[in-house]
């Protein structure tokens, strides 16, 4: 039955065979074909994916997205049938010697929504140990059946390149983490000063310049209470300013920039509280098209 099925690339025979052992409560184990086993890369700046086919049944991909840590996924291309439990172990190749396996190791067991099994924690030493030559190996209960599908990995050395490269392009912020930042300031301190504050302020710049829906940077300067009114609105607007010199400093477009300055106005905490530090603050959020539109 297994040569049966490493003949077979599409998902119609494989299907038959299931349904037939299925009811037999049998195992069923599929090798991806040795010409079949080459990654693909798809890929920008916001999402690198490696991914190949396992005979029409199911879909691997290692996917790194920016900020976090690359995934390995596993995706059922027949949405007749789900997960019930996902394993995958490094296995390998048919050509390694023995003495030289790592087999077995770096087994994970994975999360299970439906017709997708993430695995997350083992998925950056798989990838390390597939430019070695090594396999994988996935335990799958997929509908009530035991499967064991094996992902050769031949010729990858250009593919696994060209991965590691989409990664240095990537963008260093998510839109979750550059829509919105804060920059908070001592009392009277007008300067940013704080290496990590600048170092975000350089990945939003990068952002801005790979995301190309983005059409306008707010930045609104911010006081607590202390002091009159003319001179906190005074204060808010060197606040304001200098985040933005900065900003421009990095690369971003001066005519992207609409400052505004508030003063004491606007408190997020009151200003009575140990927490009024919280309210010395520029705070830089960044306007899609799609919401200049909507306004």
Known sequence: MSTLLRKTHGWLVFSFLWGYMGAQAAELNVTQPYEHGRWNLEGDAFECRLSQQLNGMARVSFVRQPGFPVLLQ??????????????VRLRKADWQPDSQSFAGQFTERGQINNFNAIFSQEAGKLLSMLQHGYWLDFELDIGGTSVQLTLANIQAKQALEEYEQ???????????????????????????????????????????????QISKVLIDGHTDDVGNSAANRALSQARADEVASRMVEFGLKPEMIEIRAHGSRYPIVSNTSDAKRLNRRVTIRLIKQSEQQGE
């Not at 995706?75 to 019930?84: A, D, G, M, P």
């Not at 998510?174 to 302020?201: I, M, N």
């Open 166 to 212: 989409c990664k240095v392009m990537m963008s260093p912020l998510t839109w979750e983490q550059a829509r919105q930042y804060e920059v908070h300031f001592a009392p009277a301190q007008q300067v940013v000063e704080s290496p990590k504050v600048l170092d975000y302020l350089r990945n939003m710049v990068r952002y801005i310049e790979l995301d190309e």
């Open 74 to 87: 596993l995706q059922l291309l027949n949405t007749e049938e789900t997960f019930n439990s996902a394993k």
